[in-house]
């Protein structure tokens, strides 16, 4: 293990304890798309599982849609063989789900994945869903409300779902994106997911390109926002 992934590690193993993300007997189901992000969580729960005393198991799942090319799935397959653990692939029907006259969008697709990965977790009788989201997503997603929504939220490290019985959790929370893709680099590690042909329209790269503009004159921009969601001063807040 490099210096580089032994950080990488302890920053996700400090997120894990400090937000009680996994228990004793866990059953976690981990969401896949084959990017780098789903990568990582995949390698690192995979390692954890078997050096620390907290005894869990994970199965990956991973959601094929009907509007992008699948090419890809054979190499991803490999990948979670090579791993040796329980991995199950959903065909989803994204466009069969719209309603007429809508049009389809990121947020609506990626609520459609989730609630997919939710029901196999459920069916499968795990208590946690894992997922890849990272420090650059918690940031974007919360820019995004503000600016779009009026309202100050955004991703939470761990998330219950009552009417699904489940925990979201997101163990690479604290972990900005560019180590990630350093960790990926390192591992010689080549996206093996969808690409979707409305990437490029995609509202969060705006938002990315703001904060990537914020960050030169100010590098620690990223984690700034991100703890300000902890550290709101209700004095100055309007109600």
């Known amino acids: 293990m490099s210096k580089f992934e032994e950080k990488i590690s302890k ?18 189901l981990i969401g896949a798309s ?11 729960l995979y390692r954890r599982a078997k050096v620390i005393p907290v005894k869990y198991e994970i199965i990956v799942a991973h959601i094929v849609s009907d509007f ?12 979670f063989k090579e791993y040796g653990v329980e ?23 990626s609520m459609q994945r989730r609630i997919e990965l939710m029901k196999l977790a459920k069916s499968l009788g795990c208590s946690k869903l894992a997922l890849g989201h990272n420090l650059d997503d918690v940031v ?10 009026s309202e100050i939220a955004t991703m939470l ?20 994106e560019k ?5 990926a680099k390192e591992k010689s590690y080549q996206n093996l997911g969808q ?4 990437s490029a329209l995609n509202q969060r790269k705006s938002i990315k390109k703001i904060i990537d503009d914020l960050s030169k004159t100010n590098p620690n921009i990223r984690e700034n926002i991100a703890n300000s969601t902890k550290n709101i001063n209700l004095d100055y807040i309007l109600n």
Not at 14 to 19: A, E, P, Q, S
Not at 157 to 176: E, G, Q, S
């Open 11 to 28: 920053r996700i193993g400090k997120t894990i304890f400090d937000h009680k993300m996994i228990e004793n007997n866990d059953k976690i």
């Open 68 to 79: 992008a090319d699948d090419s890809y799935l054979p190499g991803l397959e490999s990948l």
């Open 87 to 109: 991995y199950k692939i959903i065909r989803l029907a994204i466009d069969g789900r719209l309603k007429e006259g809508k049009k389809l969008n990121c947020y609506w697709c």
């Open 157 to 176: 490290p761990v998330m219950k779902y009552k009417k699904f019985d489940l925990t979201i959790i997101r163990p690479l929370a604290d972990i900005k």
């Open 34 to 44: 084959g990017g780098k992000d789903s990568f990582l969580l995949l390698y690192d």
């Open 140 to 149: 974007e997603t919360f820019l995004m409300n503000l600016f779009n929504k």
């Open 195 to 198: 690409i979707c042909p409305l």
């Open 179 to 183: 180590d990630i893709e350093r960790f």
